[in-house]
């Protein structure tokens, strides 16, 4: 069973460390730092992708989604909307667009552009189908947990918009949903053997609804609860020392200040500030 604090951790160290190097990360470098943690080939590869969306370039324009396209994603509940011609009204006065990371500064960007589009590219599957999913995944069989996933993307987008404040961006909620969703598909894989299981698949999704939840609100309690200097930081103490464990890793050695400096794009002053931080301390 995966430990919940300990995979978040990981995943959002990793996260930073692709966000900020300038040469993406392959595929067996990610894998290492997860090796301690009893990963199928399956979960292996469902991080992989989720966090590919990291270091990927954009490809979709903005200016693509105007004219007369409607602005709806189905889901598995039905059909979401969102109003892209409104975005700007939800930046805070006294914010500029231009050098500031809002909510709206993400719903423009090429990225969740694509994302959406995608997104509506789904098939909706019928309860039917749907419960021939749900029963696979309660006898075991791994290989359905992408296609539930596939059908909670839109969901999780609507539960996400409930939680948007000035501190917390729509990406890094959907990207807190989808993780609850996999440690609660995770939870749900295997309850049963037996092939003659009578089940509720409004119960399971109530359930799977929770975990996606308490992921969402987990991430903030503790975006709200610092100052944006606080959680700068913090992201940069577990950047740096995450990029310390996976340098150390690949060469056999402790990585200098240089190293470090130049893997997290950090100047080097800070990055020795920040490890002298426990020495202080201490």
């Not at 667009?97 to 969740?112: G, L, P, R």
């Not at 694509?114 to 019928?126: A, Q, V």
């Not at 999780?156 to 969703?181: C, F, P, R």
Request: hydrophobic share 35%; glycine share 4%; aromatic share 8%.
């Amino acid at each position: 069973m995966i430990d919940k604090i300990t995979f978040m951790e990981t995943l959002h160290s990793v996260q930073e460390i692709i966000q900020t190097n300038a040469e993406p990360i392959t595929k067996e470098v990610i894998q290492e730092y997860f090796k301690e943690m009893d990963l199928s080939k399956e979960q292996q590869e469902m991080i992989y992708q989720y966090l590919l969306k990291s270091q990927e370039e954009p490809v979709v324009d903005i200016l693509e989604l105007g004219g007369e396209e409607d602005d709806e994603i189905s889901t598995s509940s039905g059909k979401f909307s969102y109003d892209s011609s409104s975005i700007s009204q939800k930046i805070p006065s006294g914010i500029s667009q231009d050098n500031h990371t809002t909510v709206s500064q993400f719903e423009h960007s090429k990225h969740f552009q694509r994302y959406l589009r995608e997104i509506k590219e789904i098939p909706i599957l019928s309860e039917e189908q749907k419960f021939v999913l749900y029963k696979r995944l309660l006898l075991g069989e791994r290989e359905v947990m992408e296609e539930i996933s596939r059908q909670w993307l839109g969901k999780i987008i609507e539960i996400a918009k409930t939680y948007v404040s000035d501190k917390l961006l729509l990406e890094d909620l959907v990207q807190e949903g989808n993780i609850g969703l996999l440690l609660g598909i995770e939870q749900i894989l295997g309850n049963s053997n037996n092939s003659n299981i009578k089940f509720d698949i409004s119960d399971l999704e109530s359930k799977l609804e929770i975990y996606i939840k308490e992921s969402i609100e987990d991430y903030q309690k503790e975006i709200e609860g610092m100052d944006s200097g606080e959680y700068t930081i913090l992201a940069k103490v577990n950047l740096i020392y995450a990029a310390q464990k996976a340098l150390a890793e690949q060469s056999g050695t402790i990585p200098t200040l240089q190293e470090l400096s130049k893997y997290t794009k950090i100047p080097i002053g800070e990055v020795e500030d920040i490890l002298a931080l426990p020495k202080e301390t201490s």
